[in-house]
């Protein structure tokens, strides 16, 4: 198959979740502009660093860009008269390091491809629509019966998967959406069994998980073929958006913000559970859950992505999820992912940090129970509980699910087998980055407390107190030495001072600082 001869990706195998944080080191004046040294670093490692130099242009530019999100981001204005004074080029510094910041903690700026290229040039140099045309392509070479209508730009958040609109020529009217996705950093599985996989997809049946039409994959990337659905996934219903916008725009700054109904919350989150405890149960791992990964399709909501965790893709909220080690296994991963979904879907946003202290008020306090067991303190600190337990909650246990479609996917043993030892394998890197985060943690803390004002406060007043000990020290043995002479002289012997009754500091070790 022609699809199979694979064009060079020229991919690197990151993970594109790590966040980047961004600090402005100096700043430098040439003929007619200010140049901004700027320290960027891929998650805690120092080691993991570099620098790249920007002008407030090119600042200018990207936040030119990022206006589709609709967000009101503090970018200095410009000012074309005495921008080079020391004192402004200080006061901008200050005013960029504030619009970095902003950029790189908010979830979905951080992630876009915009802000990735600003800050790490050299990693997110590609041109990945470039790429997937050339394996679309290629692919069409050897089934011509499909056609591509549009590229789908940007339509979701990650920025080596790229979506295009597509139409069988003999039916011209029906809609089809293809995906295509290079690998990512958790793909453990050989090119035969992922291949093999991929391949797999279409024979899976299921009321709750969204038809794959065709899939074919090699040896860096899989391409999958889906029906189109006008109504979008249950995110474009909780923001009210358009499926065909660019993500920035749909999600980032809805104009109305609410959530679903209560019946509504009930019924597609007992569907969503149904779903994830069908795959937790044939060993197959997910991941992937957020609400930009369920289609609707008329009163039920279908799971979208199967292919992901195949790929090696890192999940959406890895960035949480990674900060609590209890939360160290794909079925874990899976409840805490479904808590920010339930909460998105009964407040109509996303929480605005995990875990979350307290919940405002909610259609029902059984919503708060469920968010309670997977994204309180407690429940990230301990443990979730399983899709089973969730099952059974009040907020669940009683919906009615009226479906005549039988679930069907047969995976051979041989696959179950490899499926396993994959899974096992990105457990293992979740668990050491967790690891290595908290020790992050805990050395940042130790640091803090350290260079606290309190603790400086006691390390001078211990200081003070050795001085003290010894002067008082010293005084004991000149009196000492003092009184051996004296007794060597006479013949008499004389007791040293005991060390439970030192001798009085001298008024003038006392009163030394006056």
């Known amino acids: 198959m022609a699809f199979m001869e694979k064009p060079p990706a020229g991919k690197v195998l990151l993970d594109d979740t790590v966040p980047l944080t961004a600090a402005i080191e100096a700043s430098q004046s040439l003929q007619s502009h200010t140049e901004y040294i700027i ?15 920007r002008r407030y242009s090119d600042f200018d530019l990207l936040n030119n860009s990022l206006q589709i999100a609709g967000l009101s981001l503090p970018l200095p204005p410009k000012k074309l008269i005495g921008n080079m004074d020391r004192e402004f080029i200080a006061e901008r510094q200050k005013g960029l390091q504030n619009y970095l910041n902003v950029i790189t903690t908010n979830h979905i700026l951080s992630n876009c491809e915009l802000v990735k290229k600003f800050l790490d040039p050299n990693n997110y140099s590609a041109n990945y629509t470039e790429i997937a045309l050339q394996h679309v ?37 029906e809609r089809l959406v293809l995906s295509w996705a290079d690998l990512g950093p958790d793909k453990y599985l050989s090119d035969k069994d992922f291949q093999c996989l991929i391949k797999l997809l279409p024979s899976c049946s299921h009321p709750y998980i969204y ?27 909780i923001y009210k958006a358009k499926p065909k916008d660019p993500f920035l725009k749909k999600y980032c700054n809805p104009k109305k913000i609410q959530g679903l109904e209560l019946q509504q919350i009930k019924t597609y989150g007992r569907q969503i559970l149904e779903v994830l405890k069908f795959l937790h149960d044939k060993g197959f791992p997910y991941g992937h859950l957020h609400a930009s990964n369920v289609m609707l399709d008329g009163d039920s909501c279908r799971l979208l992505d199967l292919e ?25 991963v899976d409840v805490h992912c479904f808590g920010h979904l339930l909460y998105e879907m009964t407040y109509g946003r996303p929480p605005d940090s995990v875990p979350v ?17 997977t994204l309180s303190c407690e429940a990230c600190k301990n443990g979730m509980p399983t899709v089973s337990r969730l099952l059974q909650m009040p907020l669940f246990s009683d919906v009615l699910l009226t479906t005549s479609e039988k679930p069907q996917f047969k995976i051979p043993t041989k696959l179950k087998e490899a499926l396993k030892t994959a899974k096992e394998c990105i457990e293992k890197r979740l668990i050491e980055e967790q690891k290595q985060i908290h020790q992050h943690r805990r050395l940042t803390r130790a640091q803090s407390h350290h260079g606290s004002e309190e603790e400086r406060k006691k390390r001078k007043i211990l200081a003070r107190k050795k001085s003290k000990r010894s002067a008082v020290e010293n005084s004991e043995e000149h009196s000492a030495k003092y009184s051996n002479s004296n007794n060597s002289g006479s013949g008499a012997s004389s007791p040293l001072t005991s060390p439970s009754s030192p001798t009085p500091p001298s008024t003038a070790v006392e009163h030394a600082p006056f």
């Not at 965790?309 to 080690?325: D, E, I, K, N, V």
């Open 39 to 53: 320290r960027v670093q891929r998650g805690i490692s120092v080691e993991n660093s570099w620098q790249i130099v």
């Open 211 to 237: 038809r794959v039409t065709f899939a074919t994959a090699n040896e860096s990337s899989a391409l999958l073929i889906r029906m189109f659905n006008e109504k979008g996934t249950l995110k474009d219903l």
């Open 308 to 332: 992901n965790s195949l790929l090696g893709l890192p999940s959406f909220y890895r960035s949480y999820f990674s900060q609590f080690r209890k939360i160290n296994t794909l079925e874990s």
């Open 137 to 173: 392509s290629m692919f069409f070479r050897s089934e011509p019966k499909w056609e591509v209508v549009e590229p789908l730009k940007d339509i979701g958040w990650r920025i080596r998967k790229k979506y295009f609109l597509m139409k069988i020529k003999n039916q011209p009217k």
């Open 357 to 373: 202290d307290s919940f405002p008020p909610a259609p029902s306090m059984a919503v708060v129970a469920v968010l309670e067991s």
